[in-house]
């Protein structure tokens, strides 16, 4: 090479690294660019505690009592708090008794345990190893063509309870409940009953506050109705309202951007999750209303919210909090809710002479729905090395290393930032995103790609069956079969589809009883990321047009993502593709969709999917640059799809992973405010194996004896020691066994509780009255409350 | 196996590419061209582009990634090409009398590679625009997500870089899929045959274009280039394989004459070196 030639071609390498040394425009052309959490707006849910007649009016009581009851092994039946499963960074990371056979399998009623990769049974009370991951495993992981070595349809979840048929509950000693017991027929070893396992992965309950809807199905609905998960589903929901010094009556609550306690009525119930079958949260409201909160748990006296509360000092932890969940209640929420002082309209206990509910415990649910939510709209984590990090003009972090930053760029090359977008990383948080398009556009998109990002809670996918309506926030990756889980496309237990797509797909065709949520009725068209219907003649196998029949939206046009696609069916035209055997233009995408979870903290929140089969950042990048595991219909074809480069360049691949590890806030990591808590006791398998188990467990001589994991109290300031991820409790057991505790729960009878003064008129209950009228009179004379 | 298509055939396959132009949508719309829709891969080095303007100089791009159907044959797109999973590679060019253009698969198992070259003028390909014209493939993508790769510009799917709509790219030149043929109808109507195939329709840029496919390669030879930017797609033509690695590589051939000069002189110097050594 001559000299002249030389410079030529040093010349051209500076010119062809400008671009990315230039606010790395190289990458600027690819989508979305990750945004801070900081400063991203929580959805309102209005009338909680604003208005003018809240339902919360002591907000830092509210929360208090939903840390409580997050953390109360009380709540469960058996000793399972909703925290155990939600005790490391907002998820569970247990490792022995936590698999589900078949998971969630529809049409599996007597579901049987795979075998490990080695051929070695793998039933109840089994310890999860390194081996055992993925779930899904190829001779050639990153290759798409790999030949299948082992596939399962079990699930890593959660062990649960022992479930039974409830009976009754104390108001006062140990905390389970009485009922029928005897061991599973599936969650046993040899004679001895095991824990069940749920049927999906626990995902952290961190930032969630931010998802339109929860759970892996979206089956917590976004309309919180005061008395369970459904919504404005639910025919029989309601709460009693006091409405004068003696009259109350049921009335429908409808309160938005409520999802988070919509799903915390879901597990107290579940005789999977917490309870034994048949409980209800009158029946749980009577056994924790006179009790301490915590009772059998130590609170640290620094904790962020409890310490005010807790009877710790400084000198000596102690149990249980200087209160009672009844008084905290009282507290918390208006009096119109608990101050009605009669019985009988609330129903009772089952058997004879049992004392009938009141209405405190008749608005149970509401209360601590509304409570857990409030407590996890705390648990926000916009700390991270990526929050903290400046950026430059075109949103690219500055402070993160070298490989960080490349990991970044290559999340976004990679396709990962399409779906996991946003603050939160997930388009799941609709309402978030939708209020920060405006300001920060570059966040969801870019001159070559952009997603939507509007109030839509329906979206049109690019999926292999052909484009299909999905909900907003929802994929299906491709990391199991459709028929093993059918997640989103599956129904509530009224025979309502759990999707907005299907319900949007029966308003299109005119079905309009079909539509049993909000939000579907406001869905404009000319936001879906693909058009459904053109204003053309020409026929045309993915839209509808004219040869069909359309008619305008009926939304104004402004600022559309598709101008063109201004345009619905006519109903006619809708309802016959609908029933058409080729249809091709109505189809739904919810088959097999799970909700996009959020990517912060992502390191310390494995097993990773819906199903929990896999253990590490690493076999998430496999699985992802292999393209999925299956191809189902509802597949996501062109976020999900076999990468190459990223096959071939493992610098890459673990760049990418070096990014996600700055999505950890080190309050989680160190378990700081808000993130501290008081100690739990979660059962961790039973004392054996999976081929022998003790019998000792003072619930039932026919059920295992729980092993526990002892989780401390933790303060404000955090312990000492960093949460390690999932992968390092997958060492062999000898290693670990300092990280499991085998006890039995105390059954001693715990301290007297304070005064409770549920059965008793209650001393506050004239003025509240007092106060409910005088604020009446002042709404029907229109007059201002305040001056 | 190696086919040829001349530019007679290529423009009756224009014919009939025009018959299925109204099976895609072309719908008014008030897009803005914004150019960048997508950016060029760098060269080996590193370079942004390359340039070859001298008989014998050379360009190549070693170990790039291929997607398996990046060109042709994703069922999902109607066989059409995918623009952010293949590769765009910007290049200027001498007056030459021939410069081959060819991708070598690193394993023809895995990979069926393909390619497509358009002529852009007095500046580089400017990444078109996304979405211009508010075109939509009838498998209901818009553009560039995918794309008519193999047409000429003006077809549905190619406004999005055809100079005057969405981008700067002034004439289509060839293209060749080394994979099997897409048989059913395609995201724009546009031939996605298994060959090499000039699709030039004037001699402003290129007098023709040979080419040929085989296992794991594809190749195209643009003949007395006019000097000029020009841009080169790659992707694979095979959704049945994984993708793998290729290199692509654009080689100024030497004219025969030129080839005979050289040696000549080779010899020349041999000689006078001989001499002088006695």
């Known amino acids: 090479m001559t000299s002249s030639k030389g410079a030529l071609r040093f010349a051209r390498v500076v010119a062809g690294l400008l671009p990315l040394l230039v606010a790395g425009a190289a990458f600027a052309h690819f989508g979305p660019v990750p945004i801070s959490l900081v400063g991203a707006p929580v959805p309102e849910t209005p009338g909680l505690t604003d208005g003018p007649d809240p339902i919360v009016v002591d907000e830092a009581k509210a929360i208090a009592l939903g840390k409580a009851l997050f953390w109360d092994v009380n709540v469960g039946s058996d000793g399972m708090a909703c925290a155990s499963c939600h005790f490391h960074a907002g998820a569970d990371r247990r490792v022995s008794n936590q698999i589900a056979p078949q998971g969630k399998h529809p049409l599996v009623h007597d579901p049987v345990f795979s075998t490990d990769a080695g051929g070695a049974a793998r039933g109840p009370n089994a310890r999860l190893e390194h081996g055992d991951f993925p779930f899904f495993q190829t001779d050639a992981p990153l290759n798409p063509l790999g030949n299948v070595l082992t596939s399962t349809d079990d699930v890593v979840a959660s062990a649960g309870t022992f479930g039974g048929e409830f009976t009754s509950v104390a108001k006062h000693g140990g905390p389970d409940d009485t009922c029928e017991r005897a061991p599973d027929s599936i969650f046993h070893v040899g004679v001895a009953g095991t824990r069940r396992v749920e049927p999906r992965n626990a995902p952290t309950v961190i930032n969630a506050i931010f998802n339109f809807r929860n759970l892996w199905d979206g089956a917590a609905n976004n309309v919180f109705n005061g008395s369970s998960q459904w919504g404005d589903r639910d025919p029989d929901a309601g709460v009693w309202v006091r409405t004068g010094p003696a009259t109350v009556e049921k009335q429908r609550l409808r309160l938005l951007n409520a999802s988070l306690a919509s799903q915390a009525l879901a597990p107290p119930l579940d005789d999977v999750e917490m309870s034994c079958g048949g409980r209800d949260f009158a029946a749980l409201a009577r056994k924790l209303a006179c009790r301490r909160p915590l009772e059998d748990q130590e609170v640290h006296p620094d904790d962020s919210v409890l310490g005010p509360l807790a009877r710790s000092t400084p000198a000596q932890l102690e149990q249980g909090l200087a209160t009672n969940y009844f008084t905290l209640i009282t507290q918390a929420f208006a009096p119109k809710y608990w101050s009605y002082e009669a019985r009988g309209e609330f129903g009772a206990p089952a058997g004879e002479g049992a004392l009938p509910y009141s209405q405190i415990e008749a608005n149970f649910a509401m209360f601590f729905g509304l409570a857990i939510q409030l407590y996890e709209a705390t648990l926000i984590s916009d700390d991270s090395r990526f929050d903290r990090s400046a950026v430059d003009v075109d949103g690219i972090p500055t402070e993160l290393t070298a490989s960080e930053r490349n990991g970044f760029q290559q999340f976004r090359v990679a396709h990962c930032g399409l779906c996991h977008i946003g603050p939160v990383f997930t388009p799941a948080a609709v309402v978030t995103n939708a209020m920060m398009v405006e300001a920060n556009p570059q966040a969801f998109g870019s001159e070559t790609f952009t997603i939507s990002t509007t109030r839509n809670v329906v979206t049109r996918a690019s999926v292999t069956g052909g484009p299909g309506i999905l909900d907003t926030g929802f994929a299906n990756n491709g990391v199991t079969l459709e028929e093993w889980d059918r997640g989103l496309g599956a129904s509530d237990p009224f025979g309502h589809p759990l999707s907005f797509a299907d319900q949007y797909l029966q308003r299109l065709a005119g079905n309009t009883a079909a539509v049993v949520d909000p939000y579907v009725e406001d869905v404009r068209p000319c936001d879906l990321d693909i058009p459904l219907a053109l204003n053309v003649a020409t026929p045309y196998a993915g839209f509808f047009t004219q040869a069909q029949g359309v008619i305008p939206q009926t939304q104004g046009t402004e600022n559309c993502f598709i101008p063109v696609g201004a345009f619905l069916p006519t109903p006619a035209a809708a309802a016959a593709e609908l029933a058409s055997p080729t249809n091709a233009r109505m189809l739904s995408a919810a088959d097999g969709s799970f909700k996009i979870p959020t990517l912060r903290n992502v390191e310390l929140t494995g097993p990773y999917m819906h199903n929990g089969s896999m253990a590490t950042l690493e076999e998430v990048l496999e699985f992802y640059t292999r393209g999925g595991n299956f191809d189902p219909d509802a597949k996501h074809f062109g976020t999900v799809f076999p990468q190459v480069d990223l096959r071939f360049n493992e610098t890459n691949r673990q760049d990418i992973i070096a990014f996600l590890r700055t999505l950890t806030d080190d309050r989680v990591r160190y378990e700081r405010a808000p993130f501290d808590h008081p100690a739990l006791h979660v059962p961790h398998g039973h004392v054996g194996n999976e081929t022998s188990v003790e019998l000792h467990n003072a619930l039932d001589p026919e059920l295992g004896s729980d092993a526990f994991l002892l989780i401390p109290a933790v303060g404000a300031s955090g312990r000492a020691e960093p949460l390690e991820d999932f992968a390092s409790f997958l060492a062999p057991c000898e290693i670990c066994l300092d990280q499991q505790i085998f006890l039995e729960m105390p059954q001693d009878p715990p301290p007297a509780p304070e005064v409770c003064v549920v059965p008793e008129p209650i001393a506050t209950a004239p003025i509240a009255i007092a106060t409910l009228l005088w604020l009446e009179r002042r709404r029907r004379r229109g007059g201002a409350l305040f001056r | ?278």
């Open chain 2, 1 to 278: 196996m190696i086919r040829v298509l001349s530019r007679g055939r290529a423009l009756r396959a224009l014919g009939l590419i025009a018959a299925f132009a109204a099976t895609s949508v072309l719908l008014p719309s008030d897009a803005a061209r914004a150019a960048g829709a997508v950016s060029m891969k760098t060269w080996d080095g590193g370079l942004a582009s390359e340039t070859v303007d001298s008989a014998g100089d050379s360009a190549a791009a070693s170990a790039q990634a291929g997607g398996r159907s990046s060109m042709s044959g994703n069922a999902a797109l109607n066989g059409s090409a995918w623009a952010h999973t293949g590769g765009f590679w910007s290049i200027q060019l001498g007056a030459l009398s021939e410069v081959k253009i060819r991708v070598d698969a690193a394993n023809a198992a895995e990979f069926a590679p393909g390619l497509a070259v358009w002529a852009i003028g007095d500046a580089a390909f400017d990444g078109g625009t996304t979405g211009f014209g508010g075109e939509l493939s009838t498998a209901a993508f818009g553009t560039p997500h995918s794309f008519n790769a193999t047409g000429a510009l003006g077809n549905p799917g190619t406004l999005w870089m055809q100079q005057g709509q969405g981008g700067n790219a002034k004439e289509s030149l060839g293209y060749a899929i080394s994979g099997p043929s897409y048989a059913g109808t395609s995201g724009w109507g546009e031939s996605l045959a298994n060959g090499a195939y000039d699709t030039s329709v004037t001699d402003t840029y290129v007098a023709s274009v040979t080419g040929g496919v085989g296992s794991g390669f594809a190749e195209l030879s643009l003949i007395d280039v006019a000097p000029g930017w020009y841009v080169i797609w790659v992707g694979g033509t095979d959704h049945a394989l994984a993708g793998g690695l290729f290199d692509l590589s654009v080689t100024a051939v030497p004219e025969p004459g030129t080839l005979w000069m050289f040696a000549v002189g080779v010899a020349a110097l041999r000689i006078g070196r001989s001499a002088r050594a006695r």
